[in-house]
């Protein structure tokens, strides 16, 4: 039922490989544009077979192969017919990449972490498509080159869109809900979004053969775990927020595809919205303190958690990898620590529901794909705007 509305779509130089998947999604009415005259006939093939209807143009002839334009004709005809009842989409054309540079699509890359990475993917020469729906994201955060779609990853017709319309190698997958006390409010909210919106985005990287993700998960899944947590760390999801989280990942594992789930310790630094501790200490005069402060947090700052993402897709790019790494300082601060490194002054108020004691990493797994923190917790202290 999700692709009942999709009539129409127009290629333009897709390999056939992609036919099969582009017929599961029921497209009926498929133009070809100026492919090489055999791709043109392997896919005109493929689609008559499967009985869709299939107009050929070739740039520079309007229609090569003359044996097929007769039936085409005749199905033009029935098509307007039941067409005019019918929503089009239009599909088109592959982003052809240079040298190493990959397509690369970012859900929820207007928002604070994603625009960090759009950004610096965009500026290594890698073609970058966003898929956001400005809840909580601003698009103008994105550089200029970057491609935006203003979509939901919780409606298929948005992802066929940004599947279809470019080749993507790759998916970088920010895009959620991320408050924790908010998710024990709206737990179905979250699952919805979160879950669903995963499991949606999985099912057309499938349809549309893309075989590799990057996942934001989040050190929340290891719970009130008292030491410094690895990858090997126990899981124990206290929050809604931290079991789609771990729901997400069990979905990418199992999914067969190639992936690096990235579980984040405490972001921090850059161009920082919310109510996140670090964001509070520069944005408010007197800081809430929730509980009496002795709670210890690894910070790590935004810009080196873009820059795990660029060594990542790197990796991705030559290694069949599936691996999950944690993205942390390897060094804790206690809210109390953290606030007197501002001198602002703060006050105290009862604890939040869903807060964790402790949270350390032990990063060294991150290695693998060449990433070392290098920013201190000085820095994200440190007002900045870009
Ligand atoms: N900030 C942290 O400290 C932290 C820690 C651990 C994990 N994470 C994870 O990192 C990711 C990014 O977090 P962030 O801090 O940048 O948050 P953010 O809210 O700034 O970014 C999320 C982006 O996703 C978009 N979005 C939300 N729902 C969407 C939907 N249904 N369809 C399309 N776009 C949608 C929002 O508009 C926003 O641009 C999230 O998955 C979050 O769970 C963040």
Redesign the pocket.
Same mark, same amino acid.
């Given at each position: 039922m999700e692709n009942r509305y999709i009539l129409r779509c127009v290629i333009e130089n897709v390999p056939t490989s992609r036919a099969k998947k582009l017929l599961k999604c029921n497209v009926q009415f498929i133009t070809i544009l100026g492919a090489n005259p055999s791709l043109l006939k392997t896919w005109a093939r493929e689609m008559l077979k499967a009985r869709r209807y299939t107009c050929i143009v070739s740039r520079v002839q309007v229609v090569r192969i003359y044996s097929l334009l007769v039936e085409y004709i005749a199905m033009l005809v029935r098509l307007w017919v039941e067409a005019k009842k019918e929503q089009f989409i239009f599909f088109q054309g592959t982003n052809k990449t240079k040298g190493d540079s990959m397509n690369i699509l970012i859900?929820?890359g $207007? =928002?604070? %972490? =994603?625009h960090y990475t759009a950004n610096l993917l965009n500026k290594s020469g890698h073609k970058v498509i966003v @898929?956001? #729906?400005?809840?909580?994201?601003d698009k103008d955060n994105l550089d200029k080159g970057i491609q935006f779609y203003d979509?939901? @990853? +919780?409606n298929a017709s948005d992802l066929i869109r940004v599947f279809g319309y470019n080749d993507i190698n790759l998916v970088i997958h920010? $895009?959620?809900? %991320?408050i924790v006390e908010e998710s024990i409010n709206k737990p179905i909210e979250y699952y919805y +979004?979160n879950v669903e =919106?995963t499991r949606l985005l999985l099912k057309y990287m499938e349809h549309f053969s893309v075989n590799k993700i990057i996942f934001?998960? !989040? $050190?929340s899944v290891y719970g009130n775990y008292e030491g410094i947590a690895n990858e090997e760390t126990i899981t124990d999801p206290m929050t809604p927020y931290a079991s789609t989280?771990l729901t997400c990942e069990d979905m990418i594992k199992y999914s067969g595809i190639e992936y690096i789930i990235f579980r984040?310790f #405490?972001?921090a630094g850059g161009k920082q919205k919310g109510n !996140?501790l670090i964001a509070n200490i520069k944005n408010s005069d007197i800081i809430t303190i929730y509980g009496d402060g002795s709670n210890i947090r690894d910070f790590i700052h935004v810009k080196d958690i873009a820059e795990a993402h660029f060594r990542a897709v790197k990796h991705m790019s030559s290694n069949n990898t599936h691996e999950l790494i944690n993205l942390g300082c390897g060094r804790g601060y206690t809210v109390l620590e953290t606030i007197m490194k501002s001198n602002k002054d703060y006050i105290f108020t009862k604890a939040r529901a869903g807060d964790i004691k402790i949270s350390l990493c032990d990063n060294k797994k991150a290695e693998i794909i060449g990433w070392k923190p290098i920013r201190s917790i000085e820095e994200m202290l440190k007002e900045d705007t870009k």
């Open positions: 859900t929820g $207007a =928002g604070y %972490i =994603g @898929i956001d #729906n400005l809840s909580t994201g979509g939901d @990853i +919780t920010f $895009a959620g809900k %991320i +979004t =919106g934001s998960s !989040s $050190a989280k984040y #405490n972001v !996140s």
